[in-house]
């Protein structure tokens, strides 16, 4: 029996015990006429046999070589990192309910909300959200609360901020009365120049969205953004790339240093680049950084160094009286987990990696980007869209539309990037690539000469 | 008794300047010289220098400071905490399905995987539909009363904005409640733990959207008027919301659909055996019947042909819309997939039916000690809960202190005050992983504890001693608030 250890004489001693001649006893509360019969579901498999249908399924699948980045990237992950994360003492435990049980998956949380600060030059992390995405509609809640200034729900959203992000925030917060305003992005630059925001001055606003490097890869003047966000009382919610904060500003020193209230109040974004993989979408993580004075308004479990009895230090949850299982409904969120066991990859990533490697990881994907962009832009038919300085992200323009030539790519073994007709209606053809350091010279040199190909031989059909 | 590793410095205590793990980074390249000056990041993020080998052994001691399934037992009720076989993991972790990008070219392999999931969810709990979206159970919950919203509000219901839970219900039901608009009614249950009808009666009118039940109850039993429950809250206008976090009790014997359920969320990494990973990631698909359809959550996977596909707002246009990036958890539903085939039709069965053996088993040996059951006329469902008011009374000993003495004994503890309403309880689940043998070994720790309470309570309330730290000092950690390490200036 699959899992099951009871041997038959065991069954007959603990029914004994019980008092109840069968196992079927034990279900005599369940109403007769709501007992369920057969399931159809399949008979059980041996693990030979499932292995045998999930390679093939895998199979199925391929290993394409990818170049979409679109808020999941591609990078290397080191091997001790899922070593580890997966050993049972991590993959098997539960949150630390238990703190003298649990000190190792406290720790790690601990050491995991260091280096977040760290990247972010935020006081406080939480333990982190479930993904990118649910941790900026997080950010939007808490911000509505954190803002005392302001009365307003309203929120700036600008449209070159990713989309998607822009969608789920809404699902989660709609109920609860939060209204977006999007934001317009200049079609030259690719970027939410600060004319844009301009005509909000002097309204009542609660928060402003910015994300850098931008949807489009294109690195925003977040200094101008967060000065106009404090001298009108709005808070400012940086949505960033791990990655990219081994080599960019950090927020928390976005602005002019003269000002009272410098850099971002609430930081967050998608943590998979730092060592989880993409998976077909998850599991990934959301971080959660902000202000030492905003920490009480944070969703999401902290971990916090203390001492015990006999002055030893140690680590417990904190502050959980902000929390679903003490406030019920008054909590800053009803989310009672965060991603665990990604935080545990993340944490073991960014230890290997440390500040050298993460900013090598960032220069060469910014590199073979600025590569890929120089090699497809030669092919006839193909040019970039915008002019501002970017990440590792571009958009290119193609003269005719976009989702024949990646069905074509698909075909090569090449997933070739982001189709952006739907979304952005108004670029024409566009098509948002990104090329990390996973990506090698020959690489590039075969994602341009298969478009090469197929852009001529489309031409030439045509 | 149990050996943890006793103390590991901080990764950062381990750093020293220019240190590294090479072999793990791409070869320099002038490629950040591109970022105009005042973008630039002026000094370098604080994270620790180290070699792979002290990144390596750091985090195996952390590790090693654990405790877990696969090295402990964990009757952690409300919690389910089985076995989480290596196959659902190894499986997952095939390169093929690791390397896909969320917004490539549709994964048919993987896909039929998702769409096999989503059918065979549906016939287990006798939904018409399932989206596998929701990251976790409090996201499930989420889900389930945004849909239950909008489809009041689409019939142009719109004074529903209250959901009735009864007072044992898990804290994420009233706080998911809030996030959703909504306003939470609390009614009482009886002296056996059934919700009381009467309450309920009087508690429903026109402005009821939902009442949000979980089946068999936190109080580990069964709701036996679930009938009458699902009339009257039905006859009312609204809907019944079902909290799967106890699916685990009934899987194959009733299905919540029959029982009268609108919609459920369903904890993936409990009753089909996903990882808790240290506290996530979860998985928290919802079915939902009829009704409640052309509201789910998209991404859902759906079949054209042999062909599979994303169902999106296109297809869905009533949707609540997008509750994470992607589609949710995509490798924890993986896992759960692999749990299914390999348990197959019989083996879904059995894990009520052991479940439900074990729980009652353990009760039983537990009440022959001197222990006393919450609810001693009731049958335990998968869990139950012993009320140590008595002991507190006597000997002044608290469920704290029972829980803090069992990890000296090599067991983890068992859920304490929760259900809120039993003084001085642990809820104890056992599942249905667990051998006889061990369950044997827990009563016999339970049993010294009982002498220790009575012989030598400072024992009790001193504990754990084993442990790598003594008990922490909760009010220093949320008043001196150390959140973070910092580099000395």
Same mark, same amino acid.
């Given at each position: 029996?699959?899992?099951?250890?009871?041997?038959?004489?065991?069954?007959?001693?603990?029914?004994?015990?019980?008092?109840?001649?069968?196992?079927?006893?034990?279900?005599?509360?369940?109403?007769?006429?709501?007992?369920?019969?057969?399931?159809?579901?399949?008979?059980?498999?041996?693990?030979?046999?499932?292995?045998?249908?999930?390679?093939?399924?895998?199979?199925?699948?391929?290993?394409?070589?990818?170049?979409?980045?679109?808020?999941?990237?591609?990078?290397?992950?080191?091997?001790?990192?899922?070593?580890?994360?997966?050993?049972?003492?991590?993959?098997?435990?539960?949150?630390?309910?238990?703190?003298?049980?649990?000190? /190792?998956?406290?720790?790690?949380?601990?050491?995991?909300?260091?280096?977040?600060?760290?990247?972010?030059?935020?006081?406080?992390?939480?333990?982190?959200?479930?993904?990118?995405?649910?941790?900026?509609?997080?950010?939007?809640?808490?911000?509505?609360?954190?803002?005392?200034?302001?009365?307003?729900?309203?929120?700036?959203?600008?449209?070159?901020?990713?989309?998607?992000?822009?969608?789920?925030?809404? #699902?989660?917060? /709609?109920?609860? /009365?939060?209204?977006?305003?999007?934001?317009?992005?200049?079609?030259?630059?690719?970027?939410?120049?600060?004319?844009?925001?301009?005509?909000?001055?002097?309204?009542?606003?609660?928060?402003?969205?910015?994300?850098?490097?931008?949807?489009?890869?294109?690195?925003?003047?977040?200094?101008?953004?967060?000065?106009?966000?404090?001298?009108?009382?709005?808070?400012?919610?940086?949505?960033?790339?791990?990655?990219?904060?081994?080599?960019?500003?950090?927020?928390?020193?976005?602005?002019?240093?003269?000002?009272?209230?410098?850099?971002?109040?609430?930081? @967050?974004?998608?943590?998979?680049?730092?060592?989880?993989?993409?998976?077909?979408?998850?599991?990934?993580?959301?971080?959660?950084?902000?202000?030492?004075?905003?920490?009480?308004?944070?969703?999401?479990?902290?971990?916090?160094?203390?001492?015990?009895?006999?002055?030893?230090?140690?680590?417990?949850?904190?502050?959980?009286?902000?929390?679903?299982?003490?406030?019920?409904?008054?909590?800053? #969120?009803?989310? @009672?987990?965060?991603?665990?066991?990604?935080?545990?990859?993340?944490?073991?990533?960014?230890?290997?990696?440390?500040?050298?490697?993460?900013?090598?990881?960032?220069?060469?994907?910014?590199?073979?980007?600025?590569? $890929?962009?120089?090699?497809?832009?030669?092919?006839?038919?193909?040019?970039?869209?915008?002019?501002?300085?970017?990440?590792?992200?571009?958009? $290119?323009?193609?003269?005719?539309?976009?989702?024949?030539?990646?069905?074509?790519?698909?075909?090569?073994?090449?997933?070739?990037?982001?189709?952006?007709?739907?979304?952005?209606?108004?670029?024409?053809?566009?098509?948002?690539?990104?090329?990390?350091?996973?990506? $090698?010279?020959?690489?590039?040199?075969?994602?341009?000469?298969?478009?090469?190909?197929?852009?001529? #031989?489309?031409?030439?059909?045509? | 008794?149990?050996?943890?590793?006793?103390?590991?410095?901080?990764?950062?205590?381990?750093?020293?300047?220019?240190?590294?793990?090479?072999?793990?980074?791409?070869?320099?390249?002038?490629?950040?010289?591109?970022?105009?000056?005042?973008?630039? !990041? =002026?000094?370098?993020?604080?994270?620790?220098?180290?070699?792979?080998?002290?990144?390596?052994?750091?985090?195996?001691?952390?590790?090693?400071?654990?405790?877990?399934?696969?090295?402990?037992?964990?009757?952690?009720?409300?919690?389910?905490?089985?076995?989480?076989?290596?196959?659902?993991?190894?499986?997952?972790?095939? %390169?093929?399905?690791?390397?896909?990008?969320?917004?490539? %070219?549709? %994964?048919?392999?993987?896909?039929?995987?998702?769409?096999?999931?989503?059918?065979?969810?549906?016939?287990?709990?006798?939904?018409?539909?399932?989206?596998?979206?929701?990251?976790?159970?409090?996201?499930?919950?989420?889900?389930?009363?945004?849909?239950?919203?909008?489809?009041?509000?689409?019939?142009?219901?719109?004074?529903?904005?209250?959901?009735?839970?009864?007072?044992?219900?898990?804290?994420?039901?009233?706080?998911?409640?809030?996030?959703?608009?909504?306003?939470?009614? *609390? &009614?009482?249950?009886?002296?056996?733990?059934?919700?009381?009808?009467?309450?309920?009666?009087?508690?429903?009118?026109?402005?009821?959207?939902?009442?949000?039940?979980?089946?068999?109850?936190?109080?580990?039993?069964?709701?036996?008027?679930?009938?009458?429950?699902?009339?009257?809250?039905?006859?009312?206008?609204?809907?019944?919301?079902?909290?799967?976090?106890?699916?685990? =009790?009934?899987?194959?014997?009733?299905?919540?659909?029959?029982?009268?359920?609108?919609?459920?969320?369903?904890?993936?990494?409990?009753?089909?055996?996903?990882?808790?990973?240290?506290?996530?990631?979860?998985?928290?698909?919802?079915?939902?019947?009829?009704?409640?359809?052309?509201?789910?959550?998209?991404?859902?996977?759906?079949?054209?042909?042999?062909?599979?596909?994303?169902?999106? *707002?296109?297809?869905?246009?009533?949707?609540?819309?997008?509750?994470?990036?992607?589609?949710?958890?995509?490798?924890?539903?993986?896992?759960?997939?692999?749990?299914?085939?390999?348990?197959?039709?019989?083996?879904?069965?059995?894990?009520?039916?052991?479940?439900?053996?074990?729980?009652?088993?353990?009760?039983?040996?537990?009440?022959?000690?001197?222990?006393?059951?919450?609810?001693?006329?009731?049958?335990?469902?998968? *869990?139950? &809960?012993?009320?140590?008011?008595?002991?507190?009374? +006597?000997?002044?000993?608290?469920?704290?202190?029972?829980?803090?003495?069992?990890?000296?004994?090599?067991?983890?503890?068992?859920?304490?005050?929760?259900?809120?309403?039993?003084?001085?309880?642990?809820?104890?689940?056992?599942?249905?992983?667990?051998?006889?043998?061990?369950?044997? !070994?827990?009563?016999?720790?339970?049993?010294?504890?009982?002498?220790?309470?009575?012989?030598?309570?400072?024992?009790?309330?001193? =504990?754990?001693?084993? +442990?790598?730290?003594?008990?922490?000092?909760?009010?220093?950690?949320?008043?001196?608030?150390?959140?973070?390490?910092?580099?000395? =200036?």
């Amino acid at each position: 029996m699959a899992f099951i250890p009871h041997t038959p004489d065991d069954v007959a001693g603990m029914l004994a015990v019980i008092g109840v001649q069968s196992i079927e006893d034990l279900f005599d509360e369940i109403p007769r006429e709501l007992r369920t019969g057969k399931l159809a579901v399949p008979p059980a498999m041996a693990e030979m046999d499932v292995g045998r249908l999930l390679t093939e399924r895998a199979a199925l699948d391929g290993r394409p070589m990818n170049f979409i980045g679109a808020g999941a990237y591609e990078h290397h992950i080191p091997a001790p990192v899922w070593a580890i994360t997966t050993r049972g003492e991590f993959y098997s435990a539960y949150t630390p309910y238990q703190a003298e049980a649990s000190q /190792g998956t406290l720790q790690l949380i601990y050491e995991y909300q260091s280096m977040i600060c760290a990247l972010t030059g935020m006081e406080v992390s939480n333990a982190s959200l479930y993904d990118g995405a649910s941790a900026l509609a997080e950010a939007c809640l808490m911000a509505v609360r954190a803002n005392r200034a302001s009365n307003s729900r309203r929120i700036l959203l600008p449209r070159a901020a990713n989309p998607i992000y822009a969608q789920v925030a809404q #699902s989660i917060t /709609g109920n609860q /009365g939060i209204v977006f305003e999007s934001v317009d992005f200049d079609p030259v630059s690719g970027l939410t120049l600060l004319e844009y925001l301009q005509p909000y001055s002097g309204q009542d606003i609660a928060a402003l969205v910015v994300q850098q490097p931008n949807f489009f890869g294109n690195l925003e003047e977040v200094d101008q953004i967060a000065d106009w966000a404090h001298q009108n009382k709005i808070l400012l919610i940086a949505v960033v790339n791990p990655t990219s904060l081994a080599v960019l500003k950090p927020p928390g020193q976005w602005g002019a240093s003269t000002d009272a209230v410098r850099g971002a109040d609430i930081v @967050c974004g998608e943590g998979q680049p730092l060592g989880v993989p993409l998976a077909a979408g998850g599991p990934y993580f959301g971080f959660m950084a902000t202000r030492m004075q905003y920490v009480r308004q944070m969703p999401g479990r902290i971990v916090g160094r203390t001492m015990d009895v006999e002055g030893r230090p140690g680590f417990s949850l904190t502050l959980q009286a902000r929390e679903q299982h003490i406030r019920r409904s008054k909590a800053t #969120s009803n989310i @009672c987990t965060n991603q665990g066991l990604m935080v545990t990859a993340a944490t073991i990533y960014m230890s290997l990696m440390g500040p050298t490697g993460l900013a090598r990881v960032a220069a060469a994907s910014m590199q073979r980007t600025a590569d $890929l962009v120089t090699r497809l832009t030669r092919v006839a038919g193909v040019k970039q869209a915008f002019t501002a300085a970017r990440f590792h992200e571009a958009v $290119l323009i193609l003269d005719r539309p976009v989702a024949p030539i990646l069905a074509a790519l698909a075909r090569r073994g090449i997933v070739g990037g982001l189709d952006l007709a739907e979304r952005y209606p108004e670029l024409g053809h566009a098509l948002l690539v990104c090329a990390t350091e996973t990506k $090698l010279a020959a690489d590039i040199d075969a994602y341009a000469g298969a478009l090469a190909d197929i852009m001529n #031989s489309s031409r030439a059909a045509a | 008794m149990t050996e943890l590793q006793a103390r590991e410095p901080l990764i950062f205590e381990l750093s020293k300047p220019g240190r590294q793990a090479g072999t793990q980074f791409p070869p320099p390249v002038d490629g950040s010289a591109q970022i105009p000056a005042h973008l630039r !990041r =002026a000094t370098p993020p604080a994270l620790p220098e180290v070699s792979e080998l002290q990144t390596v052994r750091h985090f195996t001691r952390l590790s090693q400071m654990n405790f877990s399934i696969d090295t402990h037992f964990y009757p952690l009720g409300s919690c389910t905490m089985k076995y989480n076989p290596k196959a659902c993991n190894s499986f997952a972790m095939l %390169p093929e399905f690791l390397g896909r990008h969320p917004l490539g %070219p549709e %994964p048919q392999g993987f896909l039929a995987c998702m769409y096999e999931l989503q059918e065979m969810l549906q016939e287990i709990t006798g939904m018409q539909s399932v989206s596998l979206t929701p990251m976790a159970g409090a996201q499930g919950e989420f889900a389930g009363v945004a849909m239950i919203r909008a489809y009041h509000r689409a019939r142009n219901d719109l004074g529903r904005t209250e959901i009735i839970v009864p007072q044992a219900a898990h804290g994420t039901n009233p706080a998911t409640a809030a996030m959703c608009g909504c306003t939470v009614k *609390e &009614i009482p249950c009886d002296v056996d733990g059934n919700v009381d009808i009467d309450a309920l009666k009087a508690a429903v009118s026109p402005a009821t959207a939902a009442i949000m039940l979980t089946n068999p109850s936190t109080l580990g039993v069964f709701e036996r008027k679930i009938t009458e429950v699902a009339r009257i809250v039905h006859e009312a206008g609204g809907l019944l919301y079902y909290d799967g976090a106890n699916l685990n =009790a009934i899987l194959g014997k009733v299905r919540p659909g029959d029982m009268g359920f609108d919609v459920i969320h369903m904890n993936l990494h409990k009753t089909f055996s996903t990882p808790h990973g240290g506290g996530g990631p979860g998985s928290g698909a919802v079915g939902v019947g009829a009704r409640l359809r052309p509201f789910l959550p998209i991404p859902i996977v759906g079949k054209d042909g042999a062909r599979y596909r994303w169902l999106t *707002e296109r297809d869905l246009p009533q949707t609540i819309g997008r509750l994470s990036g992607f589609m949710g958890n995509a490798g924890v539903n993986l896992r759960a997939y692999v749990y299914m085939r390999l348990l197959g039709r019989d083996g879904m069965v059995r894990v009520a039916e052991f479940a439900a053996l074990n729980a009652n088993y353990l009760m039983k040996r537990l009440q022959a000690a001197g222990f006393e059951a919450a609810y001693p006329s009731r049958r335990a469902s998968h *869990e139950f &809960i012993i009320t140590l008011k008595r002991e507190n009374r +006597m000997y002044q000993v608290t469920a704290m202190d029972v829980a803090k003495r069992l990890l000296d004994y090599g067991f983890h503890a068992p859920t304490t005050y929760f259900p809120l309403l039993v003084p001085e309880c642990l809820l104890i689940e056992p599942t249905e992983t667990e051998a006889k043998e061990d369950l044997d !070994r827990f009563c016999d720790a339970m049993i010294a504890i009982r002498r220790e309470m009575e012989q030598d309570p400072e024992k009790l309330s001193s =504990a754990p001693h084993t +442990m790598p730290v003594r008990r922490l000092d909760d009010v220093r950690a949320a008043k001196q608030l150390d959140l973070a390490w910092k580099p000395a =200036a």
